[in-house]
């Protein structure tokens, strides 16, 4: 099984950056597609970005393409979201996935436990 644990997330006012990291256990860690998900209160959980193996494609909502960037060090077992340009309506519950289906709708085999990113007005 793959373990996944997310930080970085807190408060940050419109027009900030934060940089959230997902720590991955497991032994097969390069070979996984991984993502992010989000869920405000009141709301469905959404996709925001994923990202292959290998680093090569990208994917992102069309809500953050253009603010946010996903990443990865397979070498540290880690993927990264780097989001610029904060919004208030971006506030939500952040959770890092896990085995990510990039050819359908992202859906993945594993969830971090989630992090909180409020962006205040």
């Known amino acids: 099984q793959v373990q996944l644990v997310e930080s970085g997330g807190g408060l940050v006012q419109a027009g900030g950056s934060l940089t959230l990291s997902c720590a991955a256990s497991?032994?097969?860690?390069?070979?996984?597609?991984m993502g992010w998900f989000r869920q405000a209160p009141g709301k469905e959980r959404e996709f925001v970005a994923a990202i292959t193996w290998n680093g090569g494609s990208t994917y992102y909502a069309d809500s953050v393409k253009g603010r946010f960037t996903i990443s990865r060090d397979n070498a540290k077992n880690t993927v990264y979201l780097q989001m610029n340009s904060l919004k208030p309506e971006d506030t939500a519950v952040y959770f890092c996935?896990?085995?990510?289906?990039?050819?359908?709708?992202?859906?993945?085999?594993?969830w971090g436990q989630g992090t909180q990113v409020t962006v205040s007005s």
């Open positions: 497991g032994r097969t860690f390069s070979s996984y597609a």
């Open positions: 996935a896990g085995r990510v289906e990039v050819t359908g709708d992202y859906r993945p085999d594993y």
